[in-house]
């Protein structure tokens, strides 16, 4: 037992040197390249591996969005699967590769080192989010309160990043009006 009032909290075995498990649930979030939160998946059970979330969250964004042009993740996401399921989509797709040969092979090409570099800022903001949107640890108790707390900090990061956007845009015309 993890916890007396949560019976929904696991043992997450992250394997990362700053945090070999954590407690808690397992979330899942994917940004645009503007930073606006676009997807996520909250998970009550013990989450899956990242590399068999793919292809539930690209139907998931194809049903929101509509075609897909790119899909970027970290190594934990690539597998052989999603190298066919993204190909039959026709999206670029920009998993980190496992294989250091493949990784070689893969920083030949300009779009994806493009689409890599631009995923350390969304590993910074997946920080920021929960650090600042959340306030880590997150005090709300049960799971449906610990989810509709991730759905309104997702909404109030995407209004914040949206008024950035605007002001960037105004400030632009602005500029080129003058």
Known sequence: MLSLYEDDIHVLVRGKSDAEVEFGNGLYLAEQADGLMV????????PVSDSKRVKESTARLQTAYGTLRSYTGDRGFDAPQNTTHLEELHTINAICPRSVSRLKEQLEDDEFCRLQKRRGSTEARIGLFKNAYLNRPMKSRGFVNRERRIVWSILTH???????????????LLADAA
């Open 158 to 172: 995407n209004l914040w990043k949206l008024a950035g956007i605007a002001i960037k845009n105004q400030s632009r």
């Open 39 to 46: 997807d996520r998946k909250f998970m009550k059970d013990q």
